[in-house]
T-cell receptor
Framework: GAVVSQHPSRVICKSGTSVKIECRSLDFQATTMFWYRQFPKQSLMLMATSNEGSKATYEQGVEKDKFLINHASLTLSTLTVTSAHPEDSSFYIC????????????FGEGSRLTVL | AQSVTQLDSQVPVFEEAPVELRCNYSSSVSVYLFWYVQYPNQGLQLLLKYLSGSTLVKGINGFEAEFNKSQTSFHLRKPSVHISDTAEYFCAVRKNNAGNMLTFGGGTRLMVKP
C-alpha cells in the first residue's frame, strides 16, 4: 500500500511556542490530506481537510488561526500549532488520498505533542 | 449526517478464542465501510474494507467482516485471536458520493489474555 510519513513522531515544547508537524506521501501524489486529533483512549476527530494548492477546510470548533495547515505540494502538508498550550497536547494523525479513488485513506504514524 | 457506533469500548478475550467486534452505522446514503487497527503510539493500519460486491470481506491478519445492509452493521470477526492482536480497533464509514472524509466510531480495545 501507499506510504504516508509524519515527522516528528514525538515533540515536547514549552507553552507559548509554535510547533510544526509534517505529513508526507512518499510514493504517491496526495491530492487531499486530512488532519485528525486523538485524545487518550478516544477516537479520531477530524480537524481539517486540505486540498493541494487551496485553503484548508476546518471542522466546526477547530480554530484555524491556532492550527495552521499548509498543503503546498502534492506530497507535503504541514500542521503548525501556534502559541501552544498544555491543552493542545495530543496525538495528531494525518491521512492522505491520491488521485485514483481506491476508497482508502492512508495514515501516517502519528505525532505526539506534549506542551509543558 | 452519518454516525458510527462501536457498541463495546473494551473486549477482553483469551488467546485462541474467537472474537467479534461490533459496528453499526447510520447513513441516509450508500456508504463504504472500513476497519482499522491502531497499535500503541502508532497510526492506523487498514484491516479490510467494503466498497461493493460480496458482503463478506476478508482482510489481513485473519480478520473478516460482514456487511449487513438491513441491520446497518459491519461486525469484525476473527476465529482465533493471538496476543499480538491486542490493539485498538476502529470502524469507519465514508459516504460513497462525497469525497474521502471518514467518520470514525469510538473504538474498541481488544485485550487478548494468555
Amino acid at each position: 500500500g501507499a506510504v504516508v510519513s509524519q515527522h516528528p513522531s514525538r515533540v515536547i515544547c514549552k507553552s507559548g511556542t509554535s510547533v510544526k508537524i509534517e505529513c508526507r506521501s512518499l510514493d504517491f501524489q496526495a491530492t487531499t490530506m486530512f488532519w485528525y486529533r486523538q485524545f487518550p483512549k478516544q477516537s479520531l476527530m477530524l480537524m481539517a481537510t486540505s486540498n493541494e494548492g487551496s485553503k484548508a477546510t476546518y471542522e466546526q470548533g477547530v480554530e484555524k488561526d491556532k492550527f495552521l495547515i499548509n498543503h503546498a505540494s502534492l506530497t507535503l502538508s504541514t500542521l503548525t500549532v501556534t502559541s501552544a498550550h498544555p491543552e493542545d497536547s495530543s496525538f495528531y494523525i494525518c491521512s492522505a488520498t491520491g488521485t485514483v479513488n481506491t476508497g482508502e485513506l492512508f495514515f501516517g504514524e502519528g505525532s505526539r505533542l506534549t506542551v509543558l | 449526517a452519518q454516525s458510527v457506533t462501536q457498541l463495546d469500548s473494551q473486549v477482553p478475550v483469551f488467546e485462541e478464542a474467537p472474537v467479534e467486534l461490533r459496528c453499526n452505522y447510520s447513513s441516509s446514503v450508500s456508504v463504504y465501510l472500513f476497519w482499522y487497527v491502531q497499535y500503541p503510539n502508532q497510526g492506523l493500519q487498514l484491516l479490510l474494507k467494503y466498497l461493493s460486491g460480496s458482503t463478506l470481506v476478508k482482510g489481513i491478519n485473519g480478520f473478516e467482516a460482514e456487511f449487513n445492509k438491513s441491520q446497518t452493521s459491519f461486525h469484525l470477526r476473527k476465529p482465533s485471536v493471538h496476543i499480538s492482536d491486542t490493539a485498538e480497533y476502529f470502524c469507519a464509514v465514508r459516504k460513497n458520493n462525497a469525497g474521502n472524509m471518514l467518520t470514525f466510531g469510538g473504538g474498541t480495545r481488544l485485550m487478548v489474555k494468555p
